[in-house]
Each structure stands twice: as structure tokens, then as C-alpha cells.
């Protein structure tokens, strides 16, 4: 069992997301955006084994985020998610940060499959 936080401004998106990593049996807390997830992360002082943000969202994007994270926690496994082809080459420069890119809409099997990957990593 893993702590994961769930990051996506998409309210069903986040809830479909944390309830299928939930069933499979992870701890899973979410945040709504960027700065959402900095704070949590913070709070949490790195402490979850994986971040899944979406790339495209208000306040402070998915890559602002992983960037902010992976400073103060280089440890801290980031994986991000997006339904836009150029968000992916925008990931592209984030190599070695974060731990791929899921594109959306995925199914409840692929994100379960990603997410497990991205763990044992």
C-alpha cells in the first residue's frame, strides 16, 4: 500500500483517479491544482511515495509543481497526466524529474497498471 496524492483541477477526473489507486488498495489524498499539491506536499514534508498531477491547470501548473516539489523533496516520485499533445513535449524537459506521462482519458487498468510502475521504480 502506497500514499498517493492525486492532483487535477477536474473533479471527476481526480475522483475517478483516486477511487481506482483507492481500490487497489493505496492511501490517497487530492489536491485541485498546483499549489494545492505544494501545500499538501509540504505539510506532508515529502511524504508521499507518489504525486500524480494533471499538467494543464489553473493557479500553478503540473509542471510548476513538479519542478517546486522535486527542490525541496528530490526524492519525491512525480507522474503526470494530460489529455494535450503539447503538454507532453512540455514534460519532455521535466526528464528525469518526473516518471512519465499517462494520457488521458485512460481506463481504470492503465492508470492502476502506471501508477504501479511508477512505484516500483
Given at each position: 500500500m502506497?500514499?498517493?496524492?492525486?492532483v487535477?483541477?477536474?473533479?471527476?477526473?481526480?475522483?475517478?483517479?483516486?477511487?481506482?489507486?483507492?481500490?487497489a488498495?493505496h492511501?490517497?489524498d487530492m489536491?485541485?491544482?498546483g499549489a494545492d499539491?505544494?501545500?499538501k506536499?509540504?505539510?506532508?514534508s515529502?511524504?508521499?511515495?507518489l504525486?500524480?498531477?494533471?499538467i494543464?491547470m489553473?493557479a500553478?501548473?503540473?509542471i510548476?509543481m513538479?519542478?517546486t516539489?522535486a527542490?525541496?523533496?528530490p526524492?519525491?516520485?512525480?507522474l503526470?497526466m494530460?489529455?494535450?499533445?503539447?503538454?507532453?513535449?512540455r514534460a519532455?524537459?521535466?526528464?528525469?524529474?518526473v516518471?512519465?506521462?499517462?494520457n488521458?482519458p485512460?481506463s481504470?487498468?492503465?492508470?492502476r497498471?502506471r501508477?504501479?510502475?511508477a512505484l516500483?521504480?
Open positions: 502506497a500514499k498517493l496524492l492525486i487535477d483541477d477536474d473533479l471527476s477526473v481526480r475522483t475517478f483517479t483516486a477511487r481506482a489507486l483507492a481500490a488498495g492511501m490517497v489536491a485541485e491544482d499539491a505544494l501545500d506536499i509540504e505539510k506532508a515529502g511524504a508521499f511515495d504525486v500524480l498531477s494533471d494543464r489553473p500553478m501548473d503540473g510548476e513538479a519542478r516539489a527542490k525541496t523533496f526524492g519525491l516520485k512525480l503526470l494530460t489529455g494535450f499533445a503539447d503538454q507532453q513535449e519532455a524537459e521535466l526528464d528525469g524529474t516518471l512519465g506521462v499517462v488521458k485512460f481504470l487498468a492503465e492508470i497498471d501508477v504501479g510502475k516500483a521504480a
